[in-house]
T-cell receptor, first 113, second 114 residues
């Protein structure tokens, strides 16, 4: 069966500090991977998606970046966090054996102070 | 810039059917309709999807109009645990470089009341 994990689950960071959120998928090969952000009381905003190793597409310009160093690993990073980066970050994957469906991780709640 | 339009909120009495509408007037022939729901502080959960025929599973029913320009998600006997934000999405079923439109609209906040 397929599983997706992301960590850390919760973190509190000062403005200007770096960020690294990690997501891994197991039980599938060559998945499409996605990072979403959800600000408090708001909808899901697609940040990045990847169709393969080293292939990253950005949906919104911002101070965040994403990388995919391995087939089933997706990393969200920032060199300097802003207050507006606070939110709930979700990693998701889509692929075989159920193409078209999105499967989400547990989420990472980031508070920037 | 989602391809779907949903009412921002709806209420439903516990035990009654909840009917959640979605407009997708620009849907193309090879695009499916997907429904997800998000309970507070969790990731969205897949509910059901369909192409043109009505679909039913253990969670819900999906009714798609003949012209495919709108659909309705039906929760036949809503419970308090069905309180969540429900998202309707249209996309091609196969994943790949040209099928990555995984953007969500604002969704409908369903509140089931006792």
């Amino acid at each position: 069966s397929q599983t997706i994990h992301q960590w850390p689950a919760t973190l509190v960071q000062p403005v200007g500090s770096p960020l690294s959120l990690e997501c891994t998928v197991e039980g599938t090969s060559n998945p499409n991977l996605y990072w979403y952000r959800q600000a408090a009381g708001r909808g899901l905003q697609l940040l990045f998606y990847s169709v393969g190793i080293g292939q990253i597409s950005s949906e919104v310009p911002q101070n965040l970046s994403a990388s995919r160093p391995q087939d089933r690993q997706f990393i969200l990073s920032s060199k300097k966090l802003l207050l507006s980066d606070s939110g709930f970050y979700l990693c998701a994957w889509a692929g075989l054996p159920r193409p078209g469906e999105l499967f989400f991780g547990e989420g990472s709640r980031l508070t920037v102070l | 810039d989602a391809k779907t339009t949903q009412p921002p909120s709806m209420d439903c009495a516990e035990g009654r059917a909840a009917n959640l509408p979605c407009n997708h007037s620009t849907i193309s022939g090879n695009e499916y309709v997907y429904w997800y729901r998000q309970i507070h502080s969790q990731g969205p959960q897949y509910i059901i999807h369909g192409l043109k025929n009505n679909e039913t599973n253990e969670m819900a029913s999906l009714i798609i109009t003949e012209d495919r320009k709108s659909s309705t998600l039906i929760l036949p006997h809503a419970t308090l645990r069905d309180t969540a934000v429900y998202y309707c999405m249209v996309r091609g079923r196969l994943t790949g470089p040209h099928n990555n439109d995984m953007r969500f609209g604002a969704g409908t906040r369903l509140t089931v009341k006792p």
